[in-house]
């Protein structure tokens, strides 16, 4: 009889009949249908988890896991290279070196970059005359207007510079 009802009926055929929807055949296999171990037709078949399935699963899944890191391994490698190659090594750091203390920026006032663009307008400006005049270039004064003075690092000489051609205060002292 089958474990299952399918409401196809069944019986007990003497265990040749499907454990799932009752068919009686004598080509069972056996399979995992929610946990348990039975022995199904072919119809049925798909619905288990077949061992030799699971198997091709799992070496489906080293060799994507094994391509995956291998492509990344191959990406981190040219991008070390293109770093290494733009100068021709990592030297030119540390011959040159990076004064950041040189012209660091200061603290800001809340709302500076408000503040420059209504200062900007104010005087019939347009980003480009003010860029131009300051010798700037204009993505530089946009990060400002837009608050983003730090991590488009601006220096402390930029920011005094419109402080006075603005007349504003953006240095929080």
Known sequence: MAKYSTNRGGGDSGGDSCELCGRATTK???????????????????HGENRHTDRKREQSQTTRDDSERSRRKRAAQRTAKMYDSAKGSAKHWEKEGTNYEKDRLPYLVSGYGDTVESARQDAGL???????????????????????????????????ALEERLDVTLVDE
């Open 28 to 46: 069972l296999r056996r399979a995992n249908v929610a946990g348990a171990n039975l022995l199904v037709c072919s119809d049925c078949a798909p």
């Open 126 to 160: 347009q980003l480009e005359e003010l860029a131009a005049e300051l010798d700037l270039e204009e993505k530089q004064l946009l990060a400002i207007e837009q608050g983003r003075a730090t991590r488009a690092n601006i220096g402390g000489s930029v920011i005094r």
